[in-house]
C-alpha cells in the first residue's frame, strides 16, 4: 500500500478553477492506478476520474467529462485533478485513492484523508 496525502482544496466561485494534487509515499508509486472521488454531505462517496499506471488511459464521471483532468507524474509520485468550470453541484470532500487498475478502482486499498472544495453561487 501506499500513503496518499490530497492538498489543493479550497473556496472557489462558480466557474473557477482548482487544481488538486495527491502525493505519494512508497517507490511503488508507478505500479498503481490512481483515481479521485468526492462525498458531499450526506450523499455517497462518488467516483471522480481515474488514471492508470503509466498515464495512457484515462476514465472520468459523466458529471465533470470537460470540465476535469486527471493526470499523474511518476517522478514527483504524485496525480493531479484540474478541476475547471466548477459548479456549486462540485462542492465535496475529495479523496485520492490507489488501486490495482482502473477497474478496480471502487476497490481501491489506499486512501487519502481528502481536501474540501467549496464552490460558491
Known amino acids: 500500500q501506499v500513503q496518499l496525502v490530497e492538498s489543493g482544496g479550497g473556496l472557489v466561485q462558480t466557474g473557477g478553477s482548482l487544481r488538486l494534487s495527491c502525493a505519494a509515499s512508497?517507490?511503488?508509486?508507478?505500479?498503481?492506478?490512481m483515481g479521485w472521488f468526492r462525498q458531499a454531505p450526506g450523499k455517497e462517496r462518488e467516483f471522480v476520474a481515474a488514471i492508470s499506471w503509466r498515464g495512457g488511459v484515462t476514465d472520468y464521471a459523466d458529471s465533470v467529462k470537460g470540465r476535469f483532468t486527471i493526470s499523474r507524474d511518476n517522478i514527483k509520485n504524485t496525480v493531479y485533478l484540474q478541476m475547471n468550470s466548477l459548479k456549486p453541484e462540485d462542492t465535496a470532500l475529495y479523496y485520492c485513492a490507489a488501486a490495482s487498475s482502473i477497474v478496480t478502482m471502487q476497490r481501491a486499498g489506499s486512501w487519502g484523508q481528502g481536501t474540501q472544495v467549496t464552490v460558491s453561487s
Open positions: 512508497g517507490r511503488t508509486f508507478s505500479s498503481y492506478a
